[in-house]
């Protein structure tokens, strides 16, 4: 039996955000409390209390970064319906570069067998993606460009207050290839920082040219 899952609409999540926020401000709430409300006032259209559309609609404004999503898996509405722009933008933003981080750490089928060094895509191309320090990290980049002979560079990545010790290794591997294993060498692409779960992230690329 296949089902049908219905992705909800732009207007109707606003209606539910609206309803949220009018019945809670900015205090929590699940999604009960949120059908209940919803249940007394008879809408929004399209939307009934306590099934999976109320759940999806949530679950779209949480991924639009309007909602916040606690620890405790109650809700907490981020801005008055009349912010301006600018916050609301903040949180996509904010939403969107946790899902970058989440997507490029994502094992898929670039993921190198053998090193275990997991294959991401930067800029639509192929990287291996590395931590740093790593005692041998020549040796495990060689042998994931091996493996991986269509990557496009390496990816390093460390705590944000870790630039100096990324920038030494990045030097260093610049300097040691090509080696007799692997025939490129590499140049530094660019670097940035982003926010991941546990703070800011230094991430500098290197191309294999």
């Not at 060094?117 to 990290?137: H, I, K, N, Q, T």
Request: net charge negative; hydrophobic share 45%.
């Amino acid at each position: 039996m296949t089902s049908t899952i219905r992705v909800p609409s732009l207007d109707a999540c606003a209606a539910v955000y609206v309803a949220a926020r009018e019945a809670f401000e900015d205090d929590p709430f699940d999604a009960d409390d949120l059908g209940r409300h919803l249940l007394e006032r008879e809408g929004p259209n399209g939307v009934a209390p306590h099934d999976d559309a109320l759940v999806a609609h949530l679950a779209f404004l949480v991924g639009a970064g309007a909602l916040d999503r606690r620890e405790d898996g109650r809700f907490r509405a981020w801005h008055p319906p009349d912010a301006p722009d600018d916050e609301w933008r903040e949180g996509a933003a904010a939403t969107a570069s946790a899902l970058a981080s989440a997507v490029a750490r994502a094992p898929g089928e670039t993921e190198p067998a053998e090193t275990g060094m997991a294959a991401f895509r930067y800029r639509g191309e192929r990287y291996v993606s590395v931590s740093v320090p790593s005692d041998d990290l020549a040796d495990r980049i060689a042998d994931a460009m091996a493996d991986a002979p269509s990557a496009a560079g390496v990816g390093l990545y460390a705590p944000a207050d870790a630039v100096g010790p990324v920038q030494h290794v990045a030097d260093r591997l610049c300097d040691e290839f090509p080696t007799e294993e692997v025939a490129v060498r590499f140049e530094k692409e660019t670097s940035e920082v982003v926010a991941v779960d546990d703070g800011l992230e230094f991430r500098l690329y290197l191309r294999a040219v």
